[in-house]
Nanobody
Framework: QMKLVESGGGSVQAGGSLRLSCTAS?????MGWFRQAPGKEREAVAS????????KYADFAEGRFTISHDNTKRVHYLQMNSLKPEDTDIYYC????????????????????????WGQGIQVTTAS
């Protein structure tokens, strides 16, 4: 059964950096990162496809966060720089098939409904 395990979370001061890792037990075409604070809806952070391309970022992540992956290890990463207190959240990695129908596939994206496997979540805290 597909499993995703996050690591690398923790606490940093504002302006600091963290790198999250997500290790998958199986390959999937799309990989992403999402975050959610208690009482709030889950929001997308970034996505990437299995070829290492087609990266997409939420507006707040553009220019500060970088998604990447190592196909040989089935690991995808989220490098987070210039962290802000408002980045404090539980971060979830996700994986799923390429969305769309057989002859009408869409690129990987930031829609949570396109992902059917989720990690357990990892806390990221940025102190002001």
């Amino acid at each position: 059964q597909m499993k995703l395990v996050e690591s690398g979370g923790g606490s940093v001061q504002a302006g600091g950096s963290l790198r999250l890792s997500c290790t998958a037990s199986e390959y999937r075409y799309c990989m992403g990162w999402f975050r959610q604070a208690p009482g709030k809806e889950r929001e997308a952070v970034a996505s990437i496809d299995i070829n290492g391309g087609n990266m997409k970022y939420a507006d707040f992540a553009e220019g500060r966060f970088t998604i990447s992956h190592d196909n040989t290890k089935r690991v995808h990463y989220l490098q987070m720089n210039s962290l802000k207190p408002e980045d404090t959240d539980i971060y979830y990695c996700a994986a799923g098939p390429r969305p769309g129908r057989l002859f009408n596939r869409r690129p990987c994206g930031l829609g949570a409904k396109d992902y059917n496997y989720w990690g357990q979540g990892i806390q990221v805290t940025t102190a002001s």
